[in-house]
């Protein structure tokens, strides 16, 4: 379990701070296999994730709604077959949160 997956979400509001170029690469030690990606102009994490089949990636994407749901902050997920593509972002302030690093974090024990 990674340090980072073990804090607390916060409550984030459109006008909490985004994280900090010094801020990314610290919580990014814990995540080395997320990408940093921009969409209209919005930084966000993403990861790609492989599985054998398609019920495996459904099964996991379920697991991923589950942490989701209990933290109060959701990703886009796309499921295909023998794949999973999850993007955190928070959405209210179009940028990246602690929130979406921890959730990162959570989403690789998940796949483990």
Not at 1 to 24: G, K
Not at 26 to 40: K, L
Request: aromatic share 10%.
């Amino acid at each position: 379990m990674s340090q980072l997956s073990e804090q607390a979400c916060e409550a984030c509001r459109w006008d909490a701070p985004h994280v900090t170029p010094e801020e990314i690469e610290t919580y990014r030690a814990d995540i080395p296999d997320w990408q940093i990606v921009e969409r209209d102009g919005i930084m966000q994490l993403e990861r790609v994730f492989k599985f054998r089949n398609f019920k495996q990636a459904l099964a996991f994407t379920n697991r991923v709604g589950d942490i989701a749901e209990e933290a109060g902050h959701h990703p886009a997920l796309l499921t295909e077959w023998g794949k999973v593509t999850v993007t955190w972002w928070s959405h209210e302030m179009k940028g990246l949160h602690k929130n979406d690093f921890i959730l990162a974090a959570r989403t690789d024990e998940v796949a483990q």
